[in-house]
C-alpha cells in the first residue's frame, strides 16, 4: 500500500495522523473562541461597574474604557 490512501468513494482517506492534526486543530479553535468570549464578556461587565467599584479593583473610569474599547482579540 502506497503512503497515499483512498477511501471507498474514491476520495482520499484521512490518515490517523491527518485525523489527529485535524482533531488537534479544532481543540486549538475552541479554546481560542473560549478566550475570545471571555474576554468579550469581561469588557461587558467592566462597563457596567460604577466609578466606585472601579476604584475597589484599582483602575480608573479613563484605564476601564480603554480596555473595553478593545476588540475582542486583543489582550
Known amino acids: 500500500m502506497t503512503s497515499t490512501m483512498f477511501s471507498m468513494a474514491g476520495g482520499p ?3 490517523q495522523s491527518a485525523s489527529r492534526r485535524n482533531a488537534s ?3 486549538i479553535l475552541q479554546n ?3 478566550v475570545w468570549r471571555e474576554r468579550h ?3 461587558l461587565t467592566l462597563r457596567r ?3 466606585h467599584m472601579l476604584a475597589d479593583i484599582g483602575m480608573s ?3 476601564a474604557e480603554i480596555e473595553i474599547a478593545k476588540p475582542f482579540w486583543r489582550r
Open 49 to 51: 461597574l460604577d466609578d
Open 13 to 15: 482517506a484521512m490518515t
Open 61 to 63: 473610569r479613563l484605564d
Open 25 to 27: 486543530n479544532i481543540l
Open 41 to 43: 464578556d469581561s469588557r
Open 32 to 34: 481560542l473562541v473560549a
